[in-house]
């Protein structure tokens, strides 16, 4: 196989061995969706893409975001800052807690770019149906983060290997 991601946890470490093709990607993915968060990419990433609706109904809501989506679109962008001056897009990355924290974060709103609708609206049997193009990297970007989720809050005497 030479498309992997190998994650591995141990003492509050979590580690991530790529294959080379699938660092070049998830790292292209990542500096797409960091420079779309700046406007400086080729299509800028709305509010509405990235935080879901706080309240039921949408006026509230784009109320909320008008409040605070600046503060929570400073945190996303400060976050993808971070991860892409810690990772060249080598194949191995190995991070603290907070860069575990870092990394989620992002693998979460670079999910944002991928789908069609937000991810909150779409249908939960559509998620997690095989599919090509976009919603195949959604698929692999929350099964991703879901291994470094589990890989970060492992205890720390039991080693955590997992793969995707």
Do not use: C
């Not at 039921?56 to 600046?70: D, I």
């Not at 609708?117 to 959604?138: C, H, I, M, N, Y």
């Amino acid at each position: 196989m030479t498309d992997f991601a190998h994650i591995t946890a141990w003492s509050g470490r979590t580690r991530i061995a790529f294959g080379p093709n699938t660092a070049s990607v998830l790292h292209r993915m990542l500096s797409d969706v960091a420079s779309r968060l700046d406007g400086s990419g080729r299509k800028g990433i709305t509010d509405t893409t990235l935080f879901p609706d706080a309240y039921r109904h949408r006026k509230p809501s784009a109320a909320f975001r008008e409040r605070h989506g600046a503060a929570m679109r400073a945190q996303v962008v400060a976050a993808f800052t971070r991860v892409l001056e810690a990772w060249s897009g080598g194949t191995e990355l190995e991070l603290d807690l907070a860069g575990a924290r870092d990394l989620r974060l992002v693998l979460a709103h670079t999910q944002s770019a991928y789908l069609r609708r937000p991810r909150w609206e779409v249908p939960v049997d559509e998620l997690f149906s095989t599919r090509w193009g976009a919603e195949t990297k959604f698929a692999w970007l929350q099964a991703l983060e879901s291994h470094v989720a589990t890989a970060a809050l492992s205890r720390d005497d039991v080693p955590v290997f997992l793969e995707i």
